[in-house]
């Protein structure tokens, strides 16, 4: 299985990559995971290479193999549309970061339905997961990587029960209760996606 996951510094792409790993670690899968995070405290873009099954000799996943991309905002889910195989999935959350050329003003923003059709135009099997929007109405837009964890976990072969054990293990005491709610959520929103 060939999971590309990206996003924005400080979305918890990481965290949701260290997740699956340990599952698929604790399914006695080999696994193998790179990330790349150069300027990820300044919003820079986050990717996570997650590659997992029987033998994985290299943690790359290499363009138009990915069996599925999960992208934590639009642009970095059109950024590594070209990552998936013909028949890949899509899981984004259509919530939106704008680089630093839109904010500043240097470059005009595209208009998100053109966004939304060249997404179609390259993931035929795509769904948009909001997850930014479902983790501010549980009161935090850091469980967001929660929500889409939920929702993609929906996909995935492992029970929720050791995904519950493997958030638990890594998130911190403090965040756990909330943690928790989020991928519930997430959970239904994966369901009716």
Partial sequence: ???LVCGVGGQGVLLFSDIISNLALGAGLDVKKSE??????????????IRYGTRVFSPLIEEGTADMVVAFERLEALRYVHM??????????PHRIDPLPVSSGMVERPADERL??????????????PAFATALALGSARVQNTVMLGAVSTRL??????VRG??????????LELNLKAFAAG???GINA
Avoid: C, W
């Fill in 1 to 3: 299985m060939n999971i």
């Fill in 166 to 175: 493997a958030i638990m293990s890594l998130v911190k005491p403090q965040a």
């Fill in 187 to 189: 959970q239904a929103l």
């Fill in 116 to 129: 939304d059709e060249r997404l179609a135009a390259r993931a035929p099997n795509r769904r948009a997961i």
């Fill in 84 to 93: 998936l195989r013909p028949t890949g999935r899509l899981l984004y959350d």
């Fill in 157 to 162: 072969e492992f029970p929720a029960d050791a």
């Fill in 36 to 49: 790349v995070h150069g300027m990820a405290q300044r919003g820079g873009s986050v990717t996570s290479h």
